[in-house]
């Protein structure tokens, strides 16, 4: 039961939170090349379960 669970959280698809009012400070305080870094960054993980965030 538990390698199930375990399987099935691995396999689910990372979901961001993006509205934590330091994160958003902390982004827009950026320079406009760095937030676009960030932004590709956030866009390829939020794409990628967990299992690829641990082996990327």
């Known amino acids: ?3 199930e669970l375990e399987a ?3 396999e ?3 979901r961001l939170d993006l509205n934590n009012p ?3 400070r902390q982004l827009f305080a950026l320079q406009k090349n760095e937030q676009l ?3 590709t960054t956030l866009r390829k993980v939020s ?3 967990w299992q690829q ?3 990327d």
Request: charged letters at 10%; a positive charge.
């Open 1 to 3: 039961m538990k390698n």
């Open 8 to 10: 099935k959280a691995s």
């Open 12 to 14: 689910q698809i990372i």
């Open 22 to 24: 330091v994160f958003q």
């Open 37 to 39: 870094s960030v932004l």
């Open 47 to 49: 794409s990628m379960a």
């Open 53 to 55: 965030i641990y082996q």
